[in-house]
């Protein structure tokens, strides 16, 4: 029986074009899967400069601050 089915040239056409089809959809889900854990990659990238920013910033003004609120009767 399947000697007779993929002896048949219509048949091994069909089962080209048919796995021609399967292997693009398969194409395009793996570079929609790249494409997402690049996305993600560049957003936690831009969280990290930013979270360092922050960071730099604060630290850069701590001095500022404490002296703002030296000998006001504050304590620690």
Do not use: C
């Amino acid at each position: 029986m399947i000697d007779l089915l993929m002896g048949s040239g219509a048949v091994q056409w069909v089962l080209g074009v048919l796995a021609a089809v399967i292997g693009v959809f398969a194409y395009g889900k793996v570079q929609k899967r790249k494409g997402k854990r690049e996305v993600l990659r560049e957003v936690q990238e831009a969280d990290y400069e930013n979270a360092a920013e922050i960071y730099d910033r604060v630290e850069r003004n701590l001095d500022k601050r404490v002296r703002d609120m030296e000998s006001r009767g504050y304590r620690d």
